[in-house]
């Protein structure tokens, strides 16, 4: 039975991008398109008019104008918008005659910063006189080490102004972690950091840069930003061919040059989590990127150039590429680095109200992590300015919508979120114009042919299957680095289903029109030969007050699969006979028998990637003795050893 949380008034519909977007695609094609359903099935039966439409509606600055749409229309192989050229920052930066702020720095000491947009066109200016200098040029690679400060946005636009390609890791990732990354790439130029803050201490990154420079030989020049200790002096620093950011800026600059760029050449290079292996390095290119972050940003969030937009991210996620994107909007974005716990637990809740934030992201573990900590900021904030809350990184608990309607604000659209690195953005998401459904994402994304299959392929409805797009799109990547024949991209995507992209998620299309993610597909447990996804054991899990966190796998157990559930137990609390009862009795009354684990164990910590996600398929094989590959992609990769030798499980 669906429970309808929020529905939005007639006046946010009729105020909405998405509004006027419909009425658009009504003139331009004479039909009518009553509803929303209605508008996403014209966008994936006429994809050509749909995409050109975008490209219209949001005046992409075309230098060449295309000659055609969509051509070889086959995954992979599709052109979209051949023969064009055009520059995805010079369309974030085309606000530069405002003295409203583009950029809102929060740091965790308490530090901010704000730049207008007359003051960021300056600074991207004389970050590009740097780089030129410096001999960067269209194709080079520049690569970040770098917290979420201005500098990293900064340089970003005038890397890609340039026509080079950008790619950005935190500073919390593990030296082999960023070796694994960077050294694939061959970058030219870093950019790095003298340290970080983060939970109250500081964290000295010099050393692990100048291991960084040693271990790339590519690299011919270290742009350093002193974020720890401002009045930094590099005479006796162990870092080589380096220079302070203010020097490296301190040339003459000029107006920004856009080098246009054909529409699939490359952009951003980002990466796949690595946990399984060395990380994909995963190429997206200037237009798709832009025309695909044009369309969820303005539609399905609805973001205006009056809006303020926080995404807690780092610039190792792919949120930070999707967010910062938001500037060709004119919306103005408020970018924070540090824990989201620090100085306490209503950190970044001060931050919506100080900056009266309207659209705020963040990660579904940040959200279960705000309820355990008893935050209600309905009772202790004023945070009349916000109209929407983002969720991404896993599957956001039914119980994690009712927490935000309860205690958080219960007017806003709360949109749960799902995509990927791989497309740099999503597949399904909100939408300012639907109801929020309890337990569902909105809606798929607006030319997205997203539809769940069955092993064989078929497209089902109400039914858990994997998740594919059956029809090409713009923000596929132009391939991976370093892929001369494709074949690993082939093998990434299209292997499973020819001729379709399987995502690798598991979930279902709702009647509603909605999507409901149950997990990853490779992670599902099979106990009895029953498809099991992970995230419908978390939900019954957490409900569970003893319970922070939990993590299960499917085990190999006299020739067949049991579920084994590992718990992060309240800082005191032991996982006694009765909670484990509990723990057994709350999963068994609202789901099945088969959900029910076999075996509870208590853990210390649950091991995740950098950017937060669980990582079930390393602890599975941790458990049944194999290697895990990559420990470094991992933020506790000592939580992992806890799993290697647990007598319980053999």
């Given at each position: 039975m669906?429970?309808v949380?929020?529905?939005?008034?007639?006046?946010?519909?009729n105020?909405?991008?998405?509004?006027a977007f419909?009425?658009?695609?009504?003139?331009?094609?004479?039909q009518?398109?009553?509803?929303?359903q209605?508008?996403?099935?014209?966008?994936?039966?006429?994809?050509v008019?749909?995409w050109?439409?975008?490209?219209?509606?949001?005046?992409?600055?075309?230098?060449?104008?295309?000659?055609?749409?969509?051509a070889?229309?086959?995954?992979p192989?599709?052109?979209?918008f051949p023969?064009?050229?055009?520059?995805?920052?010079e369309?974030?930066l085309q606000?530069?005659?405002?003295?409203?702020p583009?950029?809102i720095?929060?740091g965790?000491?308490?530090?901010r910063?704000?730049?207008s947009?007359?003051?960021?066109?300056?600074?991207?200016?004389?970050?590009?006189?740097?780089?030129?200098?410096?001999?960067?040029?269209?194709g080079?690679?520049?690569a970040?080490?770098?917290?979420n400060?201005p500098?990293?946005?900064?340089?970003?636009?005038?890397?890609?102004?340039?026509?080079?390609?950008?790619s950005?890791?935190?500073?919390?990732?593990g030296?082999?972690?960023?070796?694994?990354?960077f050294?694939?790439?061959e970058?030219?130029?870093?950019?790095a950091?003298?340290?970080?803050?983060?939970?109250?201490k500081?964290?000295?990154?010099?050393?692990?840069?100048?291991?960084?420079?040693?271990?790339?030989?590519?690299?011919q020049?270290?742009v350093?930003?002193?974020?720890?200790?401002p009045?930094?002096?590099?005479?006796?620093?162990?870092?080589?061919?380096t220079?302070?950011?203010?020097?490296?800026?301190?040339q003459?600059?000029?107006?920004?040059?856009?080098?246009p760029v054909?529409f699939?050449?490359p952009?951003?290079?980002?990466y796949?989590?690595?946990?399984?292996g060395v990380?994909k390095?995963?190429?997206?290119g200037?237009?798709?990127?832009?025309?695909?972050?044009?369309?969820?940003?303005a539609?399905?969030?609805?973001?205006?150039?009056?809006?303020?937009?926080?995404?807690?991210t780092?610039?190792?996620w792919?949120?930070?590429?999707?967010m910062?994107?938001?500037?060709?909007?004119g919306?103005?974005l408020?970018i924070?680095?540090?824990?989201?716990?620090?100085p306490?637990?209503?950190?970044?809740?001060?931050?919506?109200?100080?900056?009266?934030?309207?659209?705020?992201?963040?990660?579904?573990?940040?959200?279960?992590?705000?309820?355990?900590?008893?935050?209600?900021?309905?009772?202790?904030?004023?945070?009349?300015?916000?109209?929407?809350i983002?969720?991404?990184g896993s599957p956001l608990?039914?119980e994690?919508?009712?927490?935000?309607?309860?205690?958080?604000?219960?007017?806003?659209c709360?949109?749960?979120?799902?995509g990927?690195?791989?497309i740099v953005?999503?597949?399904?998401?909100?939408n300012?114009v639907?109801?929020?459904?309890?337990?569902?994402?909105?809606?798929?994304?607006?030319g997205?042919?997203?539809?769940?299959?069955?092993?064989d392929?078929?497209?089902?409805?109400?039914?858990?299957?994997e998740?594919?797009?059956?029809?090409?799109?713009?923000?596929?990547?132009?391939?991976f680095?370093?892929?001369?024949?494709?074949?690993r991209?082939q093998?990434?995507?299209?292997?499973?289903?020819p001729?379709?992209?399987?995502?690798?998620?598991y979930?279902?299309?709702?009647?509603?029109?909605g999507?409901?993610?149950?997990?990853?597909?490779?992670?599902?447990l099979?106990?009895?030969g029953?498809?099991?996804g992970?995230?419908?054991?978390?939900?019954?899990?957490?409900?569970?007050?003893?319970v922070?966190?939990?993590i299960a796998?499917?085990q190999?157990?006299?020739?067949?699969?049991?579920v084994?559930?590992?718990?992060?137990?309240?800082?005191?609390?032991?996982?006694?006979?009765e909670?484990?009862?509990?723990i057994k009795?709350?999963?068994?009354?609202?789901?099945?028998p088969?959900?029910?684990?076999?075996?509870?164990?208590?853990?210390e910590?649950i091991?995740?990637?950098?950017?937060g996600?669980i990582?079930?398929?390393?602890?599975?094989?941790?458990?049944?003795g194999?290697?895990?590959?990559?420990?470094?992609a991992?933020a506790?990769?000592?939580?992992?050893?806890?799993?290697?030798?647990?007598?319980e499980?053999?």
């Amino acid at each position: 039975m669906t429970q309808v949380l929020w529905t939005p008034s007639e006046q946010t519909i009729n105020a909405s991008n998405l509004q006027a977007f419909r009425q658009a695609a009504q003139l331009k094609t004479g039909q009518s398109f009553p509803d929303y359903q209605h508008l996403y099935d014209w966008s994936i039966s006429d994809r050509v008019s749909f995409w050109e439409l975008v490209a219209d509606f949001f005046q992409v600055m075309f230098h060449r104008q295309p000659q055609a749409v969509l051509a070889n229309d086959v995954m992979p192989g599709a052109r979209w918008f051949p023969d064009s050229t055009l520059n995805y920052a010079e369309h974030l930066l085309q606000h530069r005659e405002s003295d409203e702020p583009a950029i809102i720095f929060r740091g965790e000491k308490g530090q901010r910063q704000s730049l207008s947009w007359q003051k960021l066109y300056q600074e991207v200016a004389a970050a590009q006189s740097g780089l030129v200098q410096k001999g960067i040029k269209k194709g080079d690679r520049v690569a970040a080490f770098m917290p979420n400060c201005p500098e990293t946005i900064i340089m970003m636009l005038a890397t890609t102004a340039l026509g080079a390609i950008w790619s950005s890791c935190s500073p919390d990732f593990g030296f082999q972690g960023v070796l694994d990354r960077f050294g694939q790439i061959e970058p030219k130029l870093l950019l790095a950091c003298d340290g970080y803050f983060y939970g109250g201490k500081t964290i000295d990154c010099k050393d692990k840069v100048a291991a960084i420079q040693q271990a790339i030989p590519s690299l011919q020049q270290t742009v350093l930003v002193p974020f720890m200790e401002p009045g930094l002096s590099l005479s006796e620093s162990p870092l080589t061919s380096t220079l302070l950011y203010s020097d490296f800026t301190a040339q003459a600059s000029h107006a920004i040059h856009f080098e246009p760029v054909a529409f699939n050449d490359p952009l951003f290079i980002m990466y796949s989590s690595g946990t399984t292996g060395v990380p994909k390095c995963i190429v997206h290119g200037h237009g798709g990127t832009l025309l695909q972050h044009l369309k969820e940003l303005a539609l399905h969030t609805d973001l205006k150039s009056t809006d303020t937009f926080f995404y807690f991210t780092t610039c190792g996620w792919m949120m930070w590429n999707w967010m910062v994107s938001a500037l060709a909007l004119g919306t103005t974005l408020v970018i924070y680095d540090g824990s989201p716990f620090s100085p306490g637990p209503s950190a970044l809740v001060d931050l919506l109200e100080e900056e009266q934030v309207s659209v705020f992201g963040t990660s579904a573990k940040y959200i279960a992590a705000l309820e355990k900590a008893g935050v209600k900021p309905d009772e202790t904030h004023d945070l009349k300015h916000l109209k929407a809350i983002l969720s991404t990184g896993s599957p956001l608990l039914h119980e994690s919508f009712d927490y935000v309607y309860r205690s958080v604000k219960n007017d806003l659209c709360l949109s749960s979120i799902s995509g990927g690195t791989d497309i740099v953005s999503c597949f399904a998401l909100g939408n300012p114009v639907l109801p929020v459904i309890r337990g569902e994402l909105q809606c798929r994304g607006l030319g997205m042919d997203v539809q769940f299959v069955n092993d064989d392929g078929e497209p089902r409805s109400e039914e858990k299957g994997e998740l594919t797009c059956q029809s090409s799109f713009p923000c596929m990547p132009v391939g991976f680095w370093n892929d001369e024949d494709g074949s690993r991209y082939q093998n990434a995507y299209f292997n499973r289903f020819p001729g379709v992209w399987a995502h690798g998620d598991y979930g279902e299309l709702r009647q509603s029109g909605g999507v409901v993610i149950h997990g990853r597909a490779d992670a599902i447990l099979n106990p009895g030969g029953v498809r099991i996804g992970t995230a419908e054991i978390y939900r019954q899990v957490e409900k569970v007050e003893a319970v922070l966190e939990s993590i299960a796998i499917g085990q190999e157990w006299e020739n067949d699969v049991r579920v084994v559930l590992f718990v992060k137990l309240r800082p005191g609390v032991s996982l006694s006979n009765e909670l484990t009862k509990e723990i057994k009795d709350t999963v068994r009354q609202n789901t099945t028998p088969r959900h029910v684990p076999a075996v509870i164990l208590q853990v210390e910590d649950i091991p995740r990637t950098i950017s937060g996600k669980i990582v079930e398929l390393a602890v599975r094989d941790i458990v049944h003795g194999k290697h895990v590959e990559n420990t470094e992609a991992l933020a506790n990769p000592e939580a992992l050893e806890y799993f290697r030798d647990r007598v319980e499980l053999k």
